[in-house]
């Protein structure tokens, strides 16, 4: 019993690290749409773990992609409370209805919204900048929508899906 659960641990780790890598390498990959600048790698990464991992792993592969891209120089503060947010959320509502669905929807409100509300006293006590309370929520939402359908579309496909998920 415990090899199963040592066993289990190791492949957890094993994904989470493919997808800080993952995050990290890509994470500053941007698309142009309706005049924004989306970079939905985080977000496609942040359901790919809530469904596979769960919410404690999903949390740290949020959170060690987010601290890499900030030494690195790719990624902002204002990328933890986005990503990590998002993640639990996502993962929280998959572990109650088991459905990829409700996981993009949770990512969309933990990102776009919880988190884009959070990044707003990073941004004015941290960062220093005069910004509104609610700025971040439309370029926040439009990242973590395109990168959820993207990752949505992927899971549906059961190949990644079933790579991650088998024993």
């Known amino acids: 019993m415990e090899l199963t659960k040592s066993k289990d641990a190791t492949k957890r780790l094993v994904i989470c690290g493919i997808l800080i890598a993952l995050a990290t390498i890509l994470g500053s990959l941007s698309i142009p749409v309706l005049g924004a600048k989306v970079a939905p790698i985080q977000h496609l990464i942040n359901v790919i773990a809530a469904v596979t991992l769960g919410p404690a792993y999903g949390i740290s592969c949020a959170f060690v992609s987010s601290l890499l891209r900030n ?21 929280i509502l998959y572990k109650k209805f088991k459905k990829v669905e409700i996981a993009v929807v949770g990512e969309v409100i933990g990102t ?7 990044a707003y006293p990073l941004a004015a006590f941290v960062l220093g900048k005069e ?4 700025v971040y ?9 395109v990168g959820s359908i993207i990752a949505y579309i ?3 496909l059961n190949i990644l899906r079933s790579f991650l998920l088998s024993n």
Do not use: D, E, R
């Not at 030494?71 to 993962?91: C, E, K, Q, R, Y």
């Not at 776009?112 to 509300?117: D, R, S």
């Not at 929520?137 to 929508?145: G, K, L, M, V």
């Open 137 to 145: 929520i439309i370029p926040f939402s439009i990242s973590s929508i």
């Open 71 to 91: 030494i690195l120089g790719t990624g902002s503060i204002l990328a933890f409370p986005g990503s990590m947010v998002g993640v639990f959320l996502a993962a």
């Open 112 to 118: 776009g919204i919880i988190g884009a509300l959070l």
């Open 131 to 134: 910004v509104a309370l609610f």
């Open 154 to 156: 992927i899971l549906k």
